[in-house]
C-alpha cells in the first residue's frame, strides 16, 4: 500500500498558474504508475494525467494537453503537476493515486489502488 499526501492547491486567477504536488510513502521501490484526478461538485472522478513508474511516457486528457504538465521524482518519491493558463472549468479537488497492477497509464479511476485526500484548486477571478 502507497501512502499519499497531495499539496499546492488553492486560489488562482483564470490564466495563472499552480503547482501540486503528492508526496508518496510505504513502499521500498517506485515500480508503480501514477496519475492526477479531480472532482468537481456534481460530476465523476475525472482523470486528467498519468505517468508510468520511470516517468518516461505520459498520458493526459484532452482537456489540459499542452497545459499542464505531469512528472516525478523518484528519489523524492514525489509526483508533480504543472498547471498553466488555467481556467475556471479547471475548478475541482484534484487527487494523486498510484497503480500497482498494470504496466500501462489507466485513465479509469477504479483501476488505482491508493489515493490521496485531495487538494482544492478555484480558478476565479
Known amino acids: 500500500q502507497v501512502q499519499l499526501v497531495e499539496s499546492g492547491g488553492g486560489l488562482v486567477q483564470p490564466g495563472g498558474s499552480l503547482r501540486l504536488s503528492c508526496a508518496a510513502s510505504g513502499r521500498t521501490n517506485n515500480n508503480y504508475n501514477m496519475a492526477w484526478f479531480r472532482q468537481a461538485p456534481g460530476r465523476e472522478r475525472e482523470f486528467v494525467a498519468g505517468?508510468?513508474?520511470?516517468?518516461?511516457?505520459?498520458r493526459y486528457a484532452d482537456s489540459v494537453k499542452g497545459r499542464f504538465t505531469i512528472s516525478r521524482d523518484n528519489a523524492k518519491s514525489t509526483l508533480y503537476l504543472q498547471m498553466n493558463s488555467l481556467k475556471p472549468e479547471d475548478t475541482a479537488v484534484y487527487y494523486c493515486?498510484?497503480?500497482?497492477?498494470?504496466?500501462?497509464?489507466?485513465?479509469?479511476?477504479?483501476?488505482?489502488?491508493?489515493w490521496g485526500q485531495g487538494t482544492q484548486v478555484t480558478v476565479s477571478s
Open positions: 505517468i508510468c513508474c520511470t516517468g518516461g511516457r505520459t
Open positions: 493515486a498510484s497503480a500497482l497492477r498494470y504496466l500501462s497509464i489507466r485513465t479509469m479511476a477504479i483501476d488505482y489502488d491508493d
